[in-house]
Each structure stands twice: as structure tokens, then as C-alpha cells.
């Protein structure tokens, strides 16, 4: 995982995004400020249509904003034009979706591998890291199936794997446990919590409560802006003021009724 940061600052900086969609007119976004620390493990969450997948989608440069700004480790990313922001979305950004968008036709290593192969490493590099990255998830004996012969979990871990390949500054999932059942939802949380624990950034949607629980810090948004940023109290500083002088008395005993 990621143990160096090519710069200082956070990993992810959103300013004053605001994307409207037209016919009939929808302001999905109205505002939006983001930061996300490197190593930092953030859920978004939030009612249907409060704007959460056009954020995602922003973040990852799939959509372009109207108004406001991207900054991804250090670099804008609302004013590239469109080769450079795939070149730039290929190495910092990893995109893992509610229904994996595995290829059929292709096995679990193929499919990591391709990601890699896209991104320009060389076949056999691609394989290898592939192999490795199937082994650590614990799906080394599952690399030669195919996406239907996995269970849904195995399938979002393969997803996972592909997102992972090139080693990206910010995995990005929306609602990666959504189409899972229990057994499923709790091994891709496990995954994602380790991966948490091994210094990956992770900015990830959720209507779940057990998965946002696994997060440092949980973003809620509502009509296209964020109405909670969900700072952990830690961060607040510490004000020690000398304890107030109170006289504790017993509570009086209770007479029974
Ligand atoms: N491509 C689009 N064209 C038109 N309207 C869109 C488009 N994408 C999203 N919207 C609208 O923008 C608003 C925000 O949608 P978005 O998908 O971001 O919500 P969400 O928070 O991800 O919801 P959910 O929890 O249901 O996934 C909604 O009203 C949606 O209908
Ligand atoms: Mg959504």
C-alpha cells in the first residue's frame, strides 16, 4: 500500500462544486467543500438524490463541474482537458460500483490485469500484480473463474482488486456492498477496513450504517450539499478547564411503591 505521499497536502480537496443537470432542471450540487486527508477513510452518506454519485462522479472526472474545483494530490483536475484527465484519473483514482462492471468473457486475473494493461504496464508486470493482488484478498484459487462462477462477495473483491491495480491516491466506491447479502456485505467491509488499516485513502458511499461505522469520519449530504462534515472529536482542541467544584451528594435512596 501507499506508505509515501507525493506531497504534503490532503489527498482530495473539493471547493464550491456545483453541477446542474438540465430538462427538467435538477441542481445535484450546490456547493459542495470536501477534503479528505491521505490515509483517511471517509463515508458519505445521505437520502437518495441528495447528490452523493455526481460527486463521486466529479471527484472521478467521469463528469465535469459547472462551477468550483477538483484537486486530486496536489493537482487540478476540473480544468484538464480530457486526455490528461484520463491519464490523471488512471493513476490516482480508483472506482469501484455497486455492480462491479466485471467482463464476463474474462476470468478474475484478467479482468485486474486489464486495468493494469490500460494503464500501460507491460503484459507480464500486469499479471504478476494481478496474481499478487488476488492472493492478498484471498482469492488466489478463485483467479481463473469467471465473474459468474464467483459469489457476489468474491465478485466486489475482484472489483476491488481492479480499482487497486495501479495503485491509486483515492479508491472511490459507491454503495460497494449495496447489491450484497449479509455474508457478502461483511467481507468486502473487512476488506475495505483492512485496506484502511494499510494506509489506502477510501472515499465511500453508503445507506449502511455498519459500513459507515468502519470509517474515521462519516460526511453527510442533503439537497446537493454537505450539511455534516462529520469532524471526529479528536480534532477539536483539547480545552482543559479546571473542574467546577461540586458538591456530590448521595442520590436519596428510593422508597419502593
Ligand atoms: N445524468 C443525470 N441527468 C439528469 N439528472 C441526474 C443525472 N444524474 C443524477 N441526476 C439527478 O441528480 C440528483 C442527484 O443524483 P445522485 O445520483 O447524485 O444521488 P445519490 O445521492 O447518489 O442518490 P442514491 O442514494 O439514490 O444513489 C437526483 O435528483 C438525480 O435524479
Ligand atoms: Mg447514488
Not at 490515509?39 to 455526481?54: D, H, I, Q, Y
Not at 462529520?230 to 477539536?236: D, L, M, N, S
Request: proline share 6%; charged share 20%; aromatic share 2%.
Amino acid at each position: 500500500m501507499r506508505t509515501t505521499h507525493e506531497h504534503d497536502g490532503p489527498a482530495l480537496v473539493v471547493r464550491g462544486l456545483r453541477r446542474t443537470f438540465p430538462a427538467p432542471e435538477v441542481r445535484a450540487l450546490r456547493g459542495v467543500d470536501l477534503d479528505v486527508a491521505h490515509g483517511e477513510f471517509v463515508a458519505l452518506m445521505g437520502p437518495s438524490g441528495s447528490g452523493k454519485s455526481t460527486l463521486l462522479h466529479l471527484v472521478a472526472g467521469l463528469d465535469r463541474p459547472d462551477e468550483g474545483t477538483v484537486e486530486l494530490a496536489g493537482t487540478r483536475t476540473d480544468d484538464l482537458g480530457s486526455a490528461a484527465l484520463a491519464r490523471l484519473r488512471r493513476r490516482h483514482i480508483g472506482l469501484v460500483f455497486q455492480f462491479f462492471h466485471l467482463i464476463d468473457h474474462l476470468s478474475a486475473l484478467e479482468n485486474v490485469a486489464l486495468a493494469a494493461l490500460v494503464a500501460g504496464v507491460k503484459p507480464a508486470a500486469a499479471t504478476a500484480r494481478a496474481g499478487e493482488l488476488l492472493d492478498s484478498l484471498g482469492l488466489l484459487d478463485r483467479q481463473n473463474a469467471r465473474p459468474g462462477a464467483l459469489s457476489g462477495g468474491q465478485r466486489q473483491r475482484v472489483a476491488i482488486a481492479r480499482a487497486l491495480v495501479n495503485r491509486p491516491t483515492v479508491l472511490l466506491a459507491d454503495e460497494p456492498t449495496g447489491a450484497l447479502d449479509s455474508e457478502g456485505q461483511a467481507e468486502v467491509l473487512d476488506l475495505f477496513t483492512r485496506l484502511h488499516a494499510e494506509g489506502q485513502t477510501i472515499l465511500l458511499v453508503t445507506h449502511a450504517s455498519e459500513v459507515a461505522a468502519a470509517a474515521d469520519r462519516v460526511v453527510r449530504m442533503r439537497d446537493g450539499q454537505v450539511v455534516d462534515h462529520g469532524r471526529p472529536a479528536a480534532v477539536e482542541p483539547l480545552v482543559v478547564a479546571p473542574a467546577p467544584v461540586v458538591a456530590v451528594r448521595p442520590a436519596p435512596a428510593r422508597t419502593a411503591s
